[in-house]
């Protein structure tokens, strides 16, 4: 079984942040074509074994959409993948959904992370402080970013850590409708 890659897949304003302060996405849906979908993440997703989401992102998704009340709504989005939110707070679970809560450090949930995944790649979800500890640990292999044509001014940061051009590599850039899609390769500390 080959090892998963992890790779932070995300949005981010112009201006460098995936969340305004309230940490709410509204602004990406405000920009034609930023509610997703589309072919190439269809394409995406089907490589996915496992979510990974930070808690606010988690929260604000199941504010946003109502998942408690209406859980059906969760395979729709993500099938059946298991999903791990890392917290340090109690948050509701998704009825039906495979929803599994960890605290502390992102190395010390690898094994089983990386044991669900299987042969599929691990998915970053959000937010960018998570991709940034998955950094950390020199497991975080590739981020993708869909840069839109909007900016905030202020809120949650893409990525808040320091990277230099030895550690990133761009492998791709594209135009995909109002966005600039890049991607690019991560490599670990000290590599």
Known sequence: ?????????????????????????????SVPGGEGGGDDFAAFLDGIGVLVQGSSTYQWVLDHEDLVAHPEKWPEYYGARPTWVFTS????????????????DVASHWPEIREAAGDRDVW????????????????????????????????????????????LELTDAKRAGAFAELTYRVSAPGA
């Open 89 to 104: 707070r109690r948050l509701p679970s998704v009825p039906g959904a495979d929803i599994r809560f960890a605290d502390g």
């Open 1 to 29: 079984m080959c090892m998963p890659r992890v790779i932070f897949y995300t949005a981010t304003t112009l201006d460098g942040f995936l969340a305004d302060d309230e940490h709410s996405l509204e602004w990406l849906f």
């Open 124 to 167: 970053v979800v959000g937010g960018g402080d998570l991709a940034g500890q998955f950094a950390d640990a020199g497991l975080l292999d590739e981020i993708r970013v869909s840069v839109a044509p909007a900016t905030l001014g202020s809120g949650k940061p893409l990525l808040p850590r320091r990277f230099g051009a030895d550690r």
